[in-house]
């Protein structure tokens, strides 16, 4: 096809469209002018409306007065005044008559003259049962006015008794020659045609005449009656002014269409030169001499046009020029592949990535990178790519596998794109680390990477599959918690190495003892999961229970060459008496857990809901005591400690109190919680600090007193305990030589040479060093000459016996006597009688404490008893 032809077709092709605007106009035009007089015709409607309901509104206020005149409501005759009747209806034009209707339908009232012949036409009036019926002020239909013989509609108004009955109607007709009158007196332009008419369809007034099939109507209905009016004209009308005002227009488009369609056929002709020019050259490029340049000639808008074909050959010749440099760089690879699947290019990424050189792979088909297992599957999901050659990722699995030159498999991403020749392009990126990667986080997110035990994820998903069998073999199902006591002091003591070897070591004996098949996790911290299946079998729960006994009392390394005694506890749930799914489940055995912790560290605690108020208590008991510590209400309360030969009080024991609004909270009850909880070192310190404050305020008054304070076997075993109490005596401004520290039996069990290198230390320091609880243990004597003790605290419990038990006589007085030969000061606690302290002095017994002689008091209440020695006091015999 020419170029000629071309622009003809684009001349018709606008006709076209101008055309269809044309008669798109037209039309518009014609909705347009249609709108405009519909709203003419509305605003003459609305006219007509208002006239019309004026009229009746005047008579229906008249219907309303005449209503309300007692002369009316009496509905007698004899009191009928029709010349206040006909006074009234000077005030609504049109009505010429009014008359009441008794509940029986008899007038008893007329402004006109009523004979018999009327009266009797009223009675039989079709419209009178519907009259009499109104029960609030209405027109009605048009019908025959029995009275005067003419054409009415009437404003009916009921009439009340003085008990609320209907007694009757207040009627005004209003002559339908009159109905319009108004209106009618406003006039309507020529060529218009008015009607009202009633719902029913009846006529009541009609002004000019036509067909309302070819008019256009707009209709308003009456507020004061059930009527429409409405305005009207011909079509014909409103398209002879449509034609008046749109043919100048229509004439002068089409004149412009066609002084357009010479112009752009002389402009035409005159472009072709320069276009077949461009043409030509278009030809010779395609043909191959791309380095041809063209010198365009013609209007602006072609020379532009042949200077931008000049700069694209430029851009393609750079682009050609860039593509094959990122051919080269990319950091994927790049294949191009013909419609018989062989290699026709690859850059050198692409050949490495599978073992091959970029002139080995060329040429080759690409079946040499595709497993032998796959090569059928690919030919297939070729051709249906063939069939379909979109660009779009290969296959349905976002990650396909290669094969390598040697052998091994390489994990690739492939993107296709098809080529205008035929074949695809495809860029080929080796994912295999990132699915390593992806293979790692999985594995992470499923197994604790310290034990290679399965986490809190896996053993929930683990038991939840468990119990499902469990519930399908109706067999009942173990879940034990395993905690480490004393883990943190690991950690504090030797550090977090040695505490996560511990775990490492703890975590591959469990599986070593149970064998393979079970399912062992680490919950978290140092605690381990077991789920034990078919519970019921008579060895199963307690045979795994011993296994993991065994497996806590074993040695673990612990730094360098150490060997540690871990030991633990463990709680014990069973499905379904304990909980009835997974995440219960562990929570009740994590429950059993903590009771065993609590009170019977080392053992086994199974599950019981008569635990679980308890257990609430002391975690409400903990959360208390945060509190507490929190706002550092926690109060020292001094204990003091006698001379036996006198009386005078020459220490005193720091004790810990909890004040509450209902009392003191017994410290029975918060020390075991704020020991397991790890409360204990910060609530020691608190107090420690407010005991060291109050002896020194007593040094200050000339007081002078030795403090004694309790060392636990976890803080006394910790590496930072002596520059702990160093800093602490500091602050106070105190020597080391007033205080007494207390350290019990266990706290020296373990290392023999690390506790004994502590207390030379603390002894070198100024410390006085007491053992407590002296009696108790089982290896008590050997302490007294392998650690430096200064003075010998004899436990209460031997106390207690004194006066009853002659043994006990005889044992004490042997502690006392040994304790005296190794010059060691004794302290008896637990004195709670006279005979008691009696028995003590006899024995040589150095210093007591106790009840008898003094209960725990606040600091102000042994400040005061020191200032005051005349507080009476136990006599000393």
Known sequence: MTVSQHIVRTLLAVLLPVALGLGWLLHSGWQAQQAAVRQQLDALALQQQRLLDGQLRQ??????????????????????????????????????????????????????????????????????????????????????????????????????????????????PLDLQDLASPALQSGLPDGLAWRVYSTAGATLQQYGAGDPADSLSVQRQLDNAPWHVAVSVPYAAVRAQLLRQGLPLMLGMLAAILLAVAAGWLFARYLLRSIRQLSGFVLRVGQGEASLRIEPVGPQELVLLGQEINRMLDAADYSESRYRLLFAASTDGVLVVNAQMQILAVNEQGASMFGYGVDELTGQCVDVLIPQPLRAAHRHVAGGYAANPVGRSMGHRPTLRGVRRDGSEVLVQITLSPLPTGGVAAIVRD???????????????????????????????????????????????????????????????????????????????????????????????????????????????????????????????????????????????????????????????????????????????????????????????????????????????????????????????????????????????????????????????????????????????????????????????????????????????????????????????????????????????????????????????????????????????????????????????????????LSLVVIAEGVEEADQLAVLQAMGCNQVQGFYLHRPLSAQALGELMRHPRVPQPAMP
């Not at 009523?114 to 009259?131: I, K, M, S, T, W």
């Not at 499902?468 to 030797?494: C, M, Y």
């Not at 065994?550 to 871990?566: D, I, N």
């Not at 397991?676 to 608190?686: Q, V």
């Open 59 to 172: 008579g229906q206020r008249v219907a309303a007065a005449l209503a309300a005149t007692s002369w009316v409501q009496a509905l007698d005759a004899r009191r009928c005044p029709p010349g206040d009747m006909q006074h009234f209806l000077l005030g609504a034009y049109g009505f010429s008559n009014a008359v009441t209707l008794n509940a029986a339908g008899q007038v008893v009232c007329s402004v006109r003259p009523v004979d018999g012949a009327a009266r009797l036409r009223v009675r039989q009036l079709p419209e009178l049962a519907g009259l009499l019926a109104q029960r609030h002020l209405a027109v009605s239909e048009p019908m025959q006015a029995p009275i005067s013989r003419r054409r009415v509609v009437v404003v009916s108004h009921p009439i009340w008794g003085p008990a609320g009955q209907l007694r009757g109607q207040l009627v005004l």
């Open 431 to 821: 994912v295999s680390e990132r699915h390593q990667m992806q293979a790692r986080m999985q594995w992470l997110a499923q197994y604790d990477s310290l034990t290679n035990l399965p986490n809190r994820v896996l053993l929930a998903d683990r038991l939840e599959q468990a119990l499902r069998r469990a519930q399908f073999s109706q067999q009942p199902l173990a879940l034990v918690l395993v905690g480490l006591d004393h883990f943190k002091l690991i950690n504090e003591t030797w550090g977090h190495g040695s505490g996560d070897r511990v775990l490492s070591q703890f975590g591959r004996r469990l599986l070593d003892s149970l064998g393979e098949g079970w399912t062992v996790a680490r919950v978290g911290g140092d605690e381990f999961a077991i789920v034990v299946e078919d519970a019921a079998e008579p060895h199963q729960l307690p045979g795994v229970l011993e296994k993991l006994r065994q497996a806590l009392l074993a040695p673990l390394e612990g730094a360098g060459s150490s060997r540690l005694v871990v030991g633990g506890s463990m709680g014990v749930a069973l499905f379904p008496d304990d909980a009835e799914d997974a995440g219960e489940l562990l929570k009740a055995a994590d429950m059993a857990l903590e009771q065993a912790k609590l009170r019977q560290r080392g053992g086994v605690r199974f599950y019981s809901e008569q635990h679980v108020p308890r257990y609430r208590q002391e975690l409400e008991l903990e959360a208390r005591l945060r509190e507490a510590i929190a706002a550092d209400v926690l109060l020292p309360y001094f204990q003091p400690i006698v001379n036996t030969d006198g009386g005078q009080i020459v220490c005193v024991e720091a004790l810990v109190r909890w004040p509450q609004a209902g009392g003191m909270v017994s410290p029975a009850a918060f020390l075991p919680v704020a020991e397991a909880a790890g409360l204990l070192p910060g609530l020691e310190r608190l107090v420690r600090r407010k005991a060291l404050a109050a002896v020194r305020a007593w040094h200050d008054e000339g007081l002078p007193l030795q403090l004694s304070l309790n060392v636990s076997a976890a803080e006394f075993d910790s590496p930072h305990f002596v520059d702990d109490m160093a800093m602490l005596v500091h602050e106070a401004g105190l020597q080391p030589a007033m205080l007494v520290l207390e350290i019990t039996e266990g706290a020296v069990l373990g290392n023999h040479d690390a506790a004994q290198a502590r207390m030379q230390q603390l002894q070198a320091s100024g410390y006085r060093i007491a053992i407590d609880d002296f009696g108790t243990g089982y290896s008590s004597l050997s302490y007294l000459h392998s650690y430096p003790f200064d003075r010998l605290k004899l436990d209460r419990s031997f106390v207690a016996r004194l006066t009853h038990d002659e043994r006990a006589r005889k044992v004490t007085a042997a502690i006392i006597a040994m304790a005296h030969e």
